[in-house]
């Protein structure tokens, strides 16, 4: 089973941060925490994202597409990077955010990766 844990980090509420950049004790943390799941063969894609201020959205409605430009102040909660990671469960996916060494007011989300086996036989027939 895959998973992405995504990282919301606290410091992008609101989504106006500019040049956010970690400190370097949070860093090597970090970099232990990736290392472990490496070293345990469940990492299988990882990266951080810019901030939310460089980004863009494209937003639908009535069938148009409307291109929306970072910062998001609307926005609570932005993902800040992730981790896919593949495990045996959820709980396994869950034990492993757990682990991570994320700063007060962090948030991991968890979402099983869906997969082309997960879809009805019919609708697997139309996509191959």
């Not at 089973?1 to 990282?7: A, E, G, I, N, V």
């Amino acid at each position: 089973m895959r998973f992405m844990m995504l990282m919301i980090p606290k410091v992008y509420a609101g989504g106006g941060v500019k040049d956010f950049m970690p400190e370097p004790e949070m860093m090597k943390n970090m970099m232990k925490f990736n290392e472990s799941l490496t070293k345990a063969g469940v990492l299988l894609g990882i990266d951080g994202l810019r901030p939310p201020v460089e980004g863009a959205r494209v937003a639908f409605s009535k069938g148009k597409p409307r291109v929306i430009d970072g910062p998001f102040a609307e926005a609570k909660e932005l993902v800040g990077g992730y981790w896919l990671i593949q495990v045996k469960s959820q709980q396994e996916a869950i034990d492993w955010a757990l682990k991570c060494p994320a700063q007060d007011g962090d948030i991991i989300e968890i979402r099983q990766v869906q997969e082309f086996s997960d879809f009805p036989e019919e609708i697997q027939k139309l996509l191959q």
